[in-house]
Each structure stands twice: as C-alpha cells, then as structure tokens.
C-alpha cells in the first residue's frame, strides 16, 4: 500500500511542503527496493527522516574545513577518495536521503542505479528528489537492512547507515511514530 503524504506528515512532521515533494519519490524507491511492510517501511522512513532532517537536506552540511575529513587521511583512503587534497571530499560529500558519502559508493550507487559511473560525474543528482530517494533505498538494499528491519535490530540498522549510534534517541523517536502511523493493527 503506497504511502500517503498525510501518512508521511505525521511521521515526519518538520518535513512539512517537502512531503509533498518527496511521496511519489519515496513510494517508488521503497516499491523498487522491496521496502514494502509495514515493519520495513518504518524503519526505512526513521533512517532516512533522521539523515535527511526530515527531507530538508539532500546534501551533507559543512565548509571545506569539515569535508577535509573526507579528502585525505584513513576515513578519505577508507570511502575511495584520493589521497591527495584535491576536492574529493567536498565532490563526494554525503548527497541523497541517506547521505552516500566517497568516491566508492557514488561508484557503487551510480552502477546499481544506472549501470554506469555517471554520479561520478554527476554527484548533484542526488540531490533531486526522485535520486535521492532511490539512491537510499538502493544503499537500504545493499546492506541487507530490509532482514534487520523485519527482526527489530533498528540499533544495527542505524550503524550499518552511520557506522555509530550517532542521532540515536531521534532515531528511535521518529521510528516510534512511524511504527503508530504504519503498523497499526487492521480492524
């Protein structure tokens, strides 16, 4: 049953217009990924409300000296960006619902979406909504989280996503309301 923007209003209620502007995304990213119970549509819509404050940001926030972090160094070498400072990290910054951060996974997302590398060239794509709705439940399908989702492990779904408990309390708020609004018991 597809989502409803009232639906995604009460779950996400700072998203406000964006709903709007994100349903007819979501509903075929989450239909396209097998994100299609109540349980894993939950999750889904907690992970992605919380990475994306409540589909307000597509791309990660932060000057040059933040996104360093992602150019050189152990996390930059980690996520495939170059060693050098060249601009890696700002290019290949974290874009779409849930943040695909280096070089590696826009290469990744890029063959699993369009069976070539052209986020590569082309990052900002993940910014518009129908890409960034897609390239996160293309990164939800990758890393198994539909069988985490089905069994309740939301604390491992939130590390698979973030490599931390970071947002942890939010998380667990926004997945809370999305449990009442979508797994209601039929009468």
Same mark, same amino acid.
């Given at each position: 049953?597809?989502?409803?923007?009232?639906?995604?209003?009460?779950?996400?209620?700072?998203?406000?217009?964006?709903? /709007?502007v994100?349903?007819?995304?979501? %509903?075929?990213?989450?239909?396209?990924?097998?994100?299609?119970?109540?349980?894993?549509?939950?999750?889904?819509?907690?992970?992605?409300?919380?990475?994306?404050?409540?589909?307000?940001?597509?791309?990660?926030?932060?000057?040059?000296?933040?996104l360093?972090?992602?150019?050189?160094?152990?996390?930059?070498?980690?996520?495939? %960006?170059?060693?050098?400072?060249?601009?890696? /990290?700002?290019?290949?910054?974290?874009?779409?619902?849930?943040?695909i951060?280096?070089?590696? %996974?826009?290469?990744?997302?890029?063959? /699993?979406?369009? /069976?070539?590398e052209?986020?590569? &060239?082309?990052?900002?794509?993940?910014?518009?909504?129908?890409?960034?709705?897609?390239?996160?439940?293309?990164?939800?399908?990758? %890393?198994?989280?539909?069988?985490?989702?089905?069994?309740? &492990?939301?604390?491992?779904?939130?590390?698979?996503?973030?490599?931390?408990?970071?947002?942890?309390?939010?998380?667990?708020?926004?997945?809370?309301?999305?449990?009442?609004?979508?797994?209601?018991?039929?009468?």
């Amino acid at each position: 049953m597809p989502l409803t923007v009232l639906q995604l209003q009460q779950i996400l209620p700072n998203a406000r217009s964006q709903a /709007g502007v994100f349903i007819s995304a979501l %509903n075929s990213a989450m239909d396209g990924h097998g994100i299609n119970t109540p349980k894993r549509s939950a999750a889904f819509l907690a992970q992605v409300g919380h990475e994306s404050g409540q589909l307000h940001y597509v791309r990660e926030l932060g000057g040059d000296q933040y996104l360093s972090k992602y150019d050189t160094g152990t996390l930059a070498a980690r996520l495939g %960006n170059t060693p050098m400072p060249d601009g890696d /990290g700002q290019r290949y910054r974290g874009r779409g619902l849930i943040q695909i951060t280096g070089h590696h %996974n826009y290469q990744q997302c890029s063959l /699993g979406l369009f /069976g070539d590398e052209r986020l590569l &060239q082309l990052p900002e794509l993940l910014e518009q909504p129908q890409w960034a709705a897609e390239s996160a439940a293309w990164f939800w399908g990758q %890393n198994g989280l539909n069988e985490l989702a089905d069994r309740d &492990q939301f604390n491992s779904i939130t590390r698979r996503i973030n490599g931390g408990l970071n947002g942890l309390q939010d998380r667990l708020q926004l997945w809370a309301r999305a449990r009442a609004v979508l797994c209601q018991p039929s009468v």
